[in-house]
Nanobody
Framework: QVQLVESGGGLVQAGGSLKLSCAAS????????MGWFRQAPGKDREFVAA????????YYADSVKGRFTISRDNAKNTVYLQMNSLKPEDTADYYC??????????????????????WGQGTQVTVSS
């Protein structure tokens, strides 16, 4: 499995920005499609964004499209989530995740938590109104 550690969460006012990072270790990072999910209190974990192994294709939930950007640096074994124009409804714990096995693709339908096999511990994002 891939070991993942998120960072970059915090408290921000509505309209502000945060950039989350997720550092990977334990396996060849570039062999894994990656994703970001979030979970608000009392709610199910939901898909935010995903990126292919090369970083050439990205996919987003409708709720974040145009505001969030997922990217990766395979040389640094890190995936990022740039979050702009944050809203109070973006408040949640944010988790990065790696696909269940190497070389599995990431497509527009790779949005279920069951598609991912390795998870970080999460980083909290709070957006105040």
């Amino acid at each position: 499995q891939v070991q993942l550690v998120e960072s970059g969460g915090g408290l921000v006012q509505a309209g502000g920005s945060l950039k989350l990072s997720c550092a990977a270790s334990g396996r060849t990072f570039s062999n894994y499609g990656m994703g970001w999910f979030r979970q608000a209190p009392g709610k199910d974990r939901e898909f935010v964004a995903a990126i292919t192994r090369s970083g050439g294709s990205t996919y987003y939930a409708d709720s974040v499209k145009g505001r969030f950007t997922i990217s990766r640096d395979n040389a640094k074994n890190t995936v990022y989530l740039q979050m702009n124009s944050l809203k109070p409804e973006d408040t949640a714990d944010y988790y990065c995740a790696a696909r269940s096995a190497p070389y599995l693709g990431v497509t527009v339908t790779t949005t279920s938590p069951q598609d991912f096999g390795s998870w970080g511990q999460g980083t909290q994002v709070t957006v105040s109104s």
